[in-house]
């Protein structure tokens, strides 16, 4: 009644008031959003159980299902800590485990020995003024010195729990899944998580953005060839916040959508040498509406670059003129296809990434590149089985052929350049500052806006997206945004170490040429770090007005 009236006084679901009862219910069956809707449905459901279950029954439950520091249950609990059983606990273990649950980051006895001290010895006074011990027995149990048998690994502290929360969410949304077997168990769950992966993320969190105040991150390494997501990271620590950044947060995505609509433009006849002039631009519409967007550092060539220049910069003019060029229109119905799941507006700054996407929607869209032009579903489950063995669900993991591998070819080679140091001209590539950590090729495109950094990177045999930023939106620093680099790079080259590496096969249709990087003219002996394009066969650029000589003579020097 009292967090009623303050929550009517204050205007807003300022607090809140749960009984044991409500907390199991709550657990069980309903999210933690505190609204009206959700403390109605925990109140009625906490009748039910009341009026079914012994008080006794409701804290056996109760207490097998709450966190202890990453261990769920007591019994998983009294085994990771003390390697007994919980029946098997002395009084001065089970006051220990009794007061972490009132918040498992900050009492966890092995994280923080110091406060989960003080908090048992409240448990012990507690007992004491009802009678439960003497006090006596509340100072032989102070004084025992606990030995923890459990340690704090990170893959099982920090981030697993997100995939397991990951996995409940996917598996209450399965429709072959009867209800009953939600709420009364009696399943096997078959799911795609890599615990080598798990862990090499970990590691690279801890190295990485761990000491930096209040940075969280996303993070999902996904194989792009069937959909299997193999480890997550709904932020830096589950014990410090439980809220799943990878399945229920959605932010603006910056220049990630920019692959998306240059895919567009390969498919409408732009080439890796077509040009925009990128200078300081004001473009004006109907209504006299004007849109002013900004390179990144305001940094402008003021001449032509080519579309390869464009996405090695991630240059926003570039963008905004192809987005244009070809109607708003299409980038919106590209999403479409790809399987991005948003009611995206065809606005002129949706080229840059100012609509909100949840990261697995992302995830989706770049798999399709990944994988040569096929569609798949993202997806924590393989298998179901009820207790007898049959199969109540199998992840469908047919994939279907929805781009030209040609183009998806030539984008997979654009999203080189990056890193490219060909391209360090009037400014540098994205991704230059780890060029130097990589050990094999990959296809990279990085993001950012005010408050968000963006990473999504692959090859043909794994894909990793990684977002970095603040839960209250402030602006995020170069600092942040270079964390979010060796994030990544870390991640990806940790995890490809022990594996060959591999490309995609060129398509016989694709032909390549030497050009200069930043004009997109065919190179010839003059042309200063001459690179190799990639063009559907006619489309490259010809020998017209050209030393064919000149040109032969760069090949050569490049062959030897």
């Known amino acids: 009644m009292k967090a009623l009236i303050n929550n009517v006084s204050a205007g807003r679901n300022k607090e809140g008031a749960s009984t044991i009862s409500q907390q199991y219910v709550k657990n069980l069956f309903l999210s933690f959003d505190k609204t009206w809707e959700r403390k109605i449905d925990e109140a009625w459901l906490t009748l039910r159980l009341e009026t079914h279950y012994k008080k006794d029954e409701i804290l056996e439950g109760y207490l097998n299902t709450i966190n202890y520091g990453g261990m769920y249950g007591i019994e998983n609990a009294s085994k ?48 004491v003024k009802n009678n439960y011990i003497t006090e006596k027995q509340k100072n032989d149990a102070l004084k025992e010195e606990l030995t923890y048998t459990g340690t704090l690994t990170e893959s099982e502290l920090n981030t697993t729990m997100y995939y397991q929360d990951a996995v409940i969410k996917e598996l209450k949304s399965l429709k072959s899944i009867p209800e009953s077997f939600l709420t009364t168990g009696g399943l096997k769950v078959y799911t795609t998580f890599d615990t080598r992966a798990q862990s090499i993320v970990e590691e690279s969190i801890k190295n990485n953005i761990k000491d930096i105040d209040k940075l969280q991150t996303a993070i999902v390494l996904m194989n792009p060839n069937n959909g299997e997501i193999l480890s997550i990271a709904g932020g830096k620590d589950y014990n410090e916040s439980e809220f799943n950044r990878v399945t229920d947060s959605k932010r603006q995505v910056g220049s990630t959508m920019k692959p998306f609509l240059y895919y567009t433009a390969l498919e409408n006849g732009f080439t890796a040498s077509t040009t925009f002039n990128s200078t300081k631009t004001t473009f004006v519409f109907s209504n006299d509406k004007t849109y002013s967007p900004e390179n990144f550092g305001k940094i402008y060539p003021n001449k032509p670059i080519s579309l390869a220049a464009a996405l090695a910069y991630s240059d926003n003019i570039y963008a905004v003129k192809t987005h244009l060029f070809l109607g708003e229109d299409t980038l919106v119905e590209f999403a479409k296809r790809l399987g991005i799941s948003n009611n995206l ?169 030497l050009a200069d990087p930043i004009s997109g003219e065919l190179a010839t002996k003059n042309t200063k770090n001459a690179t190799l394009f990639y063009y559907i066969k006619g489309s490259q650029p010809n020998y017209e007005n050209k030393n064919l000589e000149d040109s032969m003579d760069v090949w050569k020097e490049v062959k030897d």
Not at 87 to 97: F, W
Not at 108 to 118: G, L, T, V
């Open 80 to 127: 990771y800590y003390f390697n007994k059983s919980a029946k098997e606990l002395d009084l001065a273990e089970a006051a220990m485990l009794a007061g972490i649950p009132k918040s498992p980051a900050n009492y966890s006895p092995i994280k923080n020995p110091k406060q989960a001290k003080q908090r048992q010895a409240i448990i012990l006074d507690t007992m």
């Open 345 to 513: 507006k065809n606005l002129p700054s949706l080229a840059l990434g100012t609509e909100e996407i949840n990261i697995l929607n992302m995830m989706q869209g770049y798999a399709t590149f990944a994988n040569m032009g096929y569609k798949i579903k993202p997806h924590f489950i393989k298998k179901v089985e009820d207790m007898k063995g049959n199969v109540l669900y199998e992840a469908d993991e047919n994939k279907e052929s929805i781009l030209n591998k040609s183009n998806v070819y030539i984008l997979n080679e654009l999203l080189t350049g990056c890193y490219n140091k060909n391209f360090i001209n009037y400014t540098y590539p994205t991704c230059y500052s780890i060029a130097s950590k990589m050990t094999k090729k990959y296809s990279i495109k990085t993001g950012s806006t005010d408050t968000d950094g963006w990473i999504f990177g692959y090859n043909p045999d794994i894909l990793l997206g990684t977002w970095t930023g603040y839960d209250d939106n402030q602006k995020t620093s170069s600092d942040d945004n270079n964390a979010l680099k060796n994030l990544w790079i870390d991640i990806m080259e940790k995890y490809l170490e022990d594996k060959e590496e591999t490309w995609y096969e060129k398509p016989n249709n694709v032909v390549s040429t």
